[in-house]
């Protein structure tokens, strides 16, 4: 089992639709994760940081259940500029490796 | 304040040539990390350094790469006699150095290497 798993998706949606990506991991002393967005051809850049059960930041709420070792991003009212791939993250070895997801990746269609 | 740079963004060698790929941490970072992004697949940790000192390199090929970030000056991440195999973007990251862990990487635009 890989150490994050990820639907790679694609998710199609219309413009202010609801979308949620999940997120399985294998570690179950993971305490923390995040997800992170990657445009097309362009470097990861940090959506969220999840260290408890969730965070919600604006339109966007993760959630880490820990019983279930997976952790979740939705998206509420989707807009255009959201259509990205969505990384899941888990940090490991020191703590300072990130091991990432391969992505979910999103359109957001008019 | 700028972001995590490096260079070249693009990179282009012949089979056997050697790569030297560069990165500058955003100023006041003191920690470095290399990953690497095949096509169609997840950045891969590569190694984590600090100044004049490789802290993890667990995710390096044992082979024809290495890394170093000296006390003056960028990263470097040299790979000697490339091979197709390692066409990919390579990315680094940087963080401020905290005893937490929980500290943010944040990333550099990546250098894409073809070899052709």
């Known amino acids: 089992r890989k150490e994050v798993e990820q639907d790679p998706g694609p998710f199609n949606v219309p413009e202010g639709a609801t979308v949620a990506f999940n997120c399985t991991y294998s570690?179950?002393?993971?305490?923390?994760f995040f997800w992170y967005r990657q445009d097309c051809r362009k470097e990861p850049k940090l959506l969220m940081s999840?260290?408890?059960s969730g965070n919600e930041d604006g339109r966007f709420t993760a959630q880490l259940n820990r019983a279930s070792q997976y952790i979740s991003l939705l998206i509420r009212d989707s807009k255009l500029s959201d259509s990205a791939t969505y990384l899941c993250?888990?940090?490991?070895?020191?703590?300072?490796?990130?091991?990432f997801g391969s992505g979910t990746q999103l359109t957001v269609l008019p | 304040n700028a972001g995590v740079m490096q260079n070249p963004r693009h990179l282009v060698r012949r089979r056997g040539q050697e790569a030297r790929l560069r990165c500058s941490p955003m100023?006041?970072?003191?920690?470095v990390y290399w990953y690497r992004q095949l096509p169609e697949e997840g950045l891969k940790f590569m190694v984590y350094?600090?100044?004049?000192?490789?802290?993890?390199e667990s995710g390096m090929p044992k082979e024809r790469f290495s890394a170093e970030f000296p006390k003056e000056g960028p990263s470097i991440l040299r790979i000697q006699q490339v091979v197709r195999g390692d066409s990919a973007a390579y990315f680094c990251?940087?963080?401020?150095?905290?005893?937490?862990?929980?500290?943010?990487?944040?990333f550099g635009p990546g250098t894409r290497l073809l070899v052709l």
């Open positions: 990251a940087s963080s401020p150095g905290g005893t937490s862990g929980r500290e943010t990487q944040y």
């Open positions: 570690n179950s002393a993971s305490q923390s």
């Open positions: 999840v260290y408890s």
């Open positions: 993250v888990r940090p490991s070895g020191s703590a300072r490796q990130l091991t």
């Open positions: 100023k006041g970072h003191s920690h």
């Open positions: 350094l600090q100044k004049e000192n490789i802290i993890d």
